[in-house]
């Protein structure tokens, strides 16, 4: 089993930046693909980044490329998003996922095990 808990979520003018945490544990947490995703009300959750088990490859879906930075430190146990330039379509809850198999980091069937998740709202 491995817990995920995520923190850093908030209220933000657009604009404005925030630093979302994923605290792990339980298993090894280098031997997992980590990623972020984001539930807005009414919709389907979606990927939003993903890094790989060393660091050293990342993933972002078109729309937060150039603004978020995924990176994780392996020896805290912590992957992190860092948000910037937000709009109010970032607006969501925010949850980080982990992937033991790595069979396809944009899909959310792919992922083991999940975080409780973090809300961020961006103002207009």
């Known amino acids: 089993q491995v817990q995920l808990v995520e923190s850093g979520g908030g209220l933000v003018q657009a604009g404005g930046s925030l630093r979302l945490s994923c605290a792990a544990s339980?298993?090894?947490?280098?031997?997992?693909?980590m990623g972020w995703f984001r539930q807005a009300p009414g919709k389907e959750r979606e990927f939003i980044a993903a890094?790989?088990?060393?660091?050293?490859?990342?993933y972002y879906e078109d729309s937060v490329k150039g603004r978020f930075t995924i990176s994780r430190d392996n020896a805290k146990n912590t992957v992190y998003l860092q948000m910037n330039s937000l709009k109010p379509e970032d607006t969501a809850v925010y949850y980080c996922?982990?992937?033991?198999?790595?069979?396809?980091?944009?899909?959310?069937?792919?992922?083991?095990?999940w975080g409780q998740g973090t809300q961020v709202t961006v103002s207009s």
């Open positions: 890094i790989s088990r060393s660091g050293g490859r990342t």
């Open positions: 996922a982990a992937d033991y198999t790595s069979t396809n980091y944009k899909i959310v069937g792919s992922y083991d095990y």
């Open positions: 339980g298993r090894t947490f280098s031997n997992y693909v």
